[in-house]
């Protein structure tokens, strides 16, 4: 089925006490809008239509996208007035979906079980223990619809009813038009309510029907800070139930974050406290230590990350050991059985298979072969103040501890460089070469001593 869908993100979120508007605000990582805009894509929307308003032109900048077209609010007054908005952009054959930018956990599946008895207006209604803030579905001795009431409208015996609008609704599109242009703004809040327009269409003879979500926290908006931490635990502890239901092992289902789309082959374990973000694939077997931070990276099988280890945009092979305490950055790549140790920093480099770097160095732009050591202290010097350089070190190479390699440089196969080495000229395959700093110890030498002041 055809369908248009509207998100309603204009409104300022007074609560959030912030510059941002509402909508941008993030919940695992993205957005809140993000996740709506998600979901209509899953339903397969024809087009998504996105009405902002608050925060100036900051919601279609951040959100800017081929399949969706942004209507202006201004100034917002009220739900009704923002679809009025969007009018435009609807085509007239497809049923219109209305969702909140401020509702960002709805599921594609409770939208399509709503989407299929459209033939009229179908209002997605909640039953909550605690309705208050709410609109309230009133019916009446049929249990038929009459309308929606606002709190803030609402009588005594009004307040008392627990099924509530969760503001999303299906609309026939041709009749949006006709509806909205009757709508009052003469209620408590003075604004135009898109709720009246239930009470708009049983006048007009168009059947107005419900669905219930079966899951309450599926229609939560984030109005505070507060609610957008409840509603991040909520999201956070569904997927890591999803991914034990998978079979991956986390040693806390409660200190895990994903922010983002993670993959897990069998048998992945995942420690405490780790924050995966973006697109992070994990191989079979790959172990992840505690405290470990991970952005858009793939991790080849049976490789294990020790805590506090951080990696940001690379490929790491399989059967590595990275860390503990380790950084990799962007534009690394790791062969098979790489070992990066503690305190190593690796930049924009490929290390191939069985290489090592186990403590204290710096690998920066640099092409590494196949069984080389790098030593601790090693620091690839690829910075010259003004250009970046590379430093290629060949296979089979052993680098000493505390060398310098200044880039541009080239280590040939099977080099070894000595300890200490500041090496400013390439080094030829197969040799030793160390730069000179002679020992030297000085006869009748003796270490100063603190002049003591001698009492009178
Ligand atoms: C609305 C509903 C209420 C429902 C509740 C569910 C109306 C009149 N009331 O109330 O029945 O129970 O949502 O959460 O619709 N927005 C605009 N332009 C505006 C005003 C709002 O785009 O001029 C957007 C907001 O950004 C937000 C959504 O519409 O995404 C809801 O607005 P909000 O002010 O939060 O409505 P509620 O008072 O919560
Ligand atoms: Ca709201």
Aim: a positive charge; one cysteine or more.
């Amino acid at each position: 089925m055809a369908i248009n869908v509207v998100i309603l993100a204009a409104g300022q979120g007074k609560r959030m006490y912030s510059r941002r508007p509402k909508v941008l605000h993030e919940l695992a990582g993205r957005p809140l809008i993000a996740h709506v805009i998600e979901t209509a894509r899953a339903l397969g929307a024809g087009r998504i239509c996105v009405v902002y308003g608050h925060g100036g032109e900051q919601v279609p900048q951040t959100m800017k996208s081929p399949d969706i077209v942004f209507a202006r609010q201004e100034p917002q007054l009220g739900t009704g007035h923002a679809l009025q908005q969007a009018l435009p952009h609807l085509s007239a054959a497809a049923t219109t979906l209305v969702l909140y930018g401020d509702v960002p956990l709805v599921r594609p599946e409770t939208l399509g079980a709503m989407l299929d008895r459209t033939k009229g207006v179908v209002v997605l209604t909640a039953e909550l223990d605690e309705p208050t803030g709410y609109g309230r579905i009133v019916r009446d001795k049929t249990d038929r619809v009459t309308k929606i009431v606002e709190e803030k409208d609402a009588s005594k015996a009004e307040r008392k009813i627990r099924e509530v609008n969760t503001g999303i609704m299906a609309l026939p599109t041709r009749k949006i038009a006709g509806w909205l242009g009757k709508l009052k703004n003469h209620n408590s809040q003075g604004e135009y309510y898109l709720t009246d327009i239930v009470a708009l269409a049983l006048a007009d003879g168009v059947a107005v029907k419900t669905t219930k979500t079966r899951e309450a926290w599926e229609m939560m908006g984030v109005n505070s800070k507060t609610q957008l931490a409840q509603l991040e635990r909520l999201y956070q502890a569904q997927a890591a139930n999803r991914l034990l239901e998978q079979g991956v092992s986390l040693a806390d289902p409660l200190r895990l974050d994903v922010r983002g789309q993670l993959t897990c082959g069998t048998d992945v374990r995942i420690d405490i406290n780790c924050v995966l973000e973006g697109k992070v694939t994990l191989g079979a077997d790959v172990e992840i230590g505690a405290n470990c931070v991970l952005r858009n990276v793939e991790i080849g099988a049976g490789t294990r990350i020790e805590p506090f280890t951080h990696i940001d945009e690379a490929v790491i092979g399989a059967g590595c050991r990275v860390g503990p305490y380790a950084r990799i950055r962007p534009g690394t790549r790791l062969g098979e059985d790489v070992h990066i140790g503690n305190f190593v920093e690796v930049k924009n480099s490929e290390v191939a298979a069985h290489s090592k770097a186990n403590h204290l160095a710096y690998v920066g732009d640099s092409t590494v072969g196949r069984n080389v050591n790098i030593g601790a202290g090693t620091i690839t010097c690829n910075y010259d103040g003004a250009n970046k350089h590379r430093t290629v070190i060949e296979d089979d190479v052993h680098i000493g501890s505390d060398v310098q390699l200044v880039a541009p440089v080239t280590i040939g196969k099977g080099a070894t460089i000595g300890a200490g080495a500041t090496i400013t000229k390439d080094a030829p395959p197969g040799k030793l070469t160390f730069t000179k700093a002679e020992q030297v110890t000085k006869p009748g030498w003796q270490r100063p001593q603190k002049k003591v002041r001698s009492e009178k």
